[in-house]
């Protein structure tokens, strides 16, 4: 931990970094994260892909290794289990809470009622997926299952999150960097209606096993199941196609557009300041799915602009880490999504 | 599970942007001439458009009480600011019955009274259900992409009667973002109500011209409408008595006229699927959620034992 970090009185919020893998988690740790969250290998999650995610022996020794160093780690339950299948969704619960994580996160109303009586004392914290998204959806939340800490859907201005903030009785944790949904999350069935499976009950959106490229007439053609998402000249780099990232024709129009949401990452970086005054606790990164590389490198820069940003040093000075940012970013466009007003 | 085995159908809120005049005329319609048992009437997509109905709404619901119709409130899918949840809380306070609670603010709202919970609450299974129905939720109209064996397992395990949707173009997603005004270079707060041209939604296609979605103002639905006059039959089977038609410009008197006799079992669902097509020209049909299969799907079920049975009957 740097030198600053301890010294400093401001009190910093926590980077909770992704970790699809337990290299990443070690990689997150390393390069300065606070937090790190990750899901078991199963539907119990919401990035629940191929080669990813934690045994419970994985988890375990995650655990021990961030501890070791005074950081922690939640487990991401957010899914929502099927009925008559509730048994693997307790087991996971179980098991995070036997092994001594430091929270789940979770959106299943019938889950968090089983973990506030089963494991009164593990934190809760609301996953975006429940799209709590208003004071009395929060004080539900709060009121029924004691949640310690709601994670913010991407839908609202900085100031908006500043006024909510003052009136909510629970910590607030926020996106600052990743893929952005314009969907409300929890509430999105796209990828069920082309492939059959989405995220709230197999934890999966657009998966690779629906996808195919193919070239039409000189494009690149992207596919979801039985749908073209996109379809990209040579002069532009094709993306994955994410249903709510792709090109479409809306009622009459003559051309194909972007209807829902360009393919651009969420980077709000150059808010970590306003953030951090309004009394936003934790910065999330998504991108479970990234490898440990790159989430260090969003780790590690974050961690020199929220350590510059607490001590009072201009932004400006730390140009290397907000380009590093810009690089990083998906297709390298970036946005501030919600955060910055018009964006609705 | 409840023991009033009685067929109950339901006209779910229009979802659409319809101008007060057609909604007036739709609901007295309803009201005179259409067989349903409950009419879920209100707002539940933006709230920008609630104003321009409100002088309308109570004519509406006195119509419907009057003609015996059950008359539920619904509420708003999405709620994100102050202005919007004093909406649902003069909602609450004017329902002449129950409310249909479509997001957790609503909940909140609604706790320690009798209430309903919409497809907008996420709720997959007995544990949630449980804890609802101890909240005060009397009725559940389940979400829609729910496979029908997720269905009957909830069915068997539930102790509050659950809805099902049958008919109607599926509502897939929402977003605090309105497509339909960005569709016209807009933002929401300047949209000049970029939806109310379009009454079943706009048509989103893909780029090789198939039609994929349709846009709802900040909903986005499928293109293709839902379908179950082939499976009221096992939806019966498995105890389920409420069934939920979403309102579109087709004859939805007809409509409604059509699903009562499948499910009463006096018409073959084969039969009454050509007669849908034909109340509603501009919609193609699915019902791939049921079956766990990609939603835009219609899978099609071998000569199902309703059928046989009218068929014997005739």
Not at chain 1, 178 to 195: K, N
Not at chain 1, 313 to 325: D, I, K, S, T
Not at chain 2, 28 to 55: H, Q, W
Request: charged share 20%; with cysteine.
């Amino acid at each position: 931990m740097s030198a600053a970090l301890q010294t400093t009185t401001v009190t910093k919020p926590e980077i909770v970094a992704p970790a699809g893998t337990p290299a990443a988690l070690v990689a997150a740790i390393n390069a300065g994260a606070d937090t790190v969250y990750c899901g078991f290998r199963d539907a119990t999650n919401a990035r629940n892909y191929p080669g990813l995610n934690f045994t419970a022996e994985d988890l375990k020794e995650g655990l021990a290794y961030a501890h070791a160093r005074g950081r922690k780690v939640n487990v991401a339950i957010n899914t929502y289990a099927s009925a008559g299948s509730t048994g693997a969704w307790h087991r996971a619960i179980d098991t995070a809470a036997d092994l001594g994580a430091d929270a789940v996160i979770m959106a299943d109303i019938g889950l968090l009622d089983y973990t506030a009586r089963r494991h009164p004392k593990l934190r809760r914290h609301l996953s975006v997926q429940a799209g709590a998204s208003t004071l009395p959806s929060i004080e539900y939340y709060y009121e029924s299952f004691g949640i310690s800490r709601m994670i913010l859907p991407r839908m609202f201005t900085v100031e908006e999150i500043a006024e909510l903030k003052t009136r909510v009785p629970i910590e607030i944790e926020c996106f600052i960097f990743g893929s952005l949904s314009p969907m409300t999350e929890g509430r999105c069935s796209l990828s069920a209606y082309a492939t059959g499976r989405a995220p709230n009950l197999c934890g999966v959106c657009s998966p690779a096993e629906f996808v195919r490229y193919d070239t039409v007439e000189g494009m690149l053609v992207c596919r979801l199941g039985d749908f073209a998402v996109n379809a990209f000249d040579a002069s532009e780099p094709a993306g994955y196609p994410t249903i709510c990232k792709g090109r479409f024709i809306a009622g009459d129009s003559a051309t194909a557009a972007y209807v829902f949401e360009e393919p651009e990452c969420l980077n709000a970086a150059t808010h970590i300041g306003t953030l951090r005054r309004a009394g936003i606790c934790a910065f999330k990164i998504e991108g479970r799915q990234r490898g440990r590389f790159y989430v260090a490198e969003v780790v590690g820069a974050f961690r020199e602009l929220i350590d510059a940003e607490a001590n009072g040093e201009p932004l400006a000075r730390h140009n290397g880490a907000m380009e590093q940012l810009r690089r990083l970013a998906e297709g390298g466009e970036e946005t501030q999504g919600a955060l910055k007003r018009g964006w609705r | 599970m409840s023991t009033d085995t009685r067929i109950r159908l339901g006209l779910g809120p229009v979802l659409f942007h319809w101008p007060a005049d057609r909604l007036r005329d739709f609901y007295f319609r309803i009201a005179d001439e259409a067989d349903c048992d409950t009419v879920y009437v209100g707002e539940a997509v933006c709230s920008k458009r609630m104003p321009l109905n409100a002088a309308v709404l109570p004519e509406i619901v006195e119509r419907l009480t009057r003609a015996g119709k059950e008359v539920v409130l619904s509420s708003l899918a999405l709620i994100g600011d102050d202005r919007e949840v004093a909406a649902m809380t003069a909602l609450i306070a004017s329902a002449p019955g129950l409310v249909e609670a479509n997001d957790a603010a609503v909940l909140r709202l609604l706790r320690g009274r009798p209430h309903i919970a919409g497809p907008f609450i996420n709720i997959y299974n007995e544990d949630a259900l449980g804890f609802l129905a101890g909240q005060g939720v009397v009725r559940v109209c389940l979400p829609f992409e729910l496979p029908g064996t997720v269905i009957a397992r909830l069915a068997a395990l539930s102790p509050v009667p659950l809805e099902v949707l049958v008919f109607g173009r599926v509502p897939l997603a929402i977003s605090a973002r309105c497509f339909h005004a960005r569709a016209e270079g807009r933002s929401k707060d300047n949209c000049q109500f970029a939806c109310n041209a379009d009454a079943d939604g706009r048509l989103v296609s893909t780029v090789e011209e198939v039609p994929f979605l349709a846009l709802n103002g900040l909903q986005t639905l499928s293109a293709r409408a839902a379908n179950l006059l082939g499976e009221l039959a096992p939806l019966q089977e498995a105890g389920v008595r409420r069934f939920r038609l979403s309102p579109h410009t087709g004859d939805m008197k007809a409509t409604l006229a059509l699903f009562r006799a499948v499910a009463e079992g006096r018409q073959a669902p084969e039969e009454a699927s050509g007669r849908l097509a034909r109340l509603h020209p501009n919609l193609e049909f699915a019902n791939g959620f049921y079956y766990g299969a990609p939603g835009h799907d219609y899978v099609v079920r071998p000569v199902s034992a309703a059928t046989l049975a009218v068929n014997a009957a005739r």
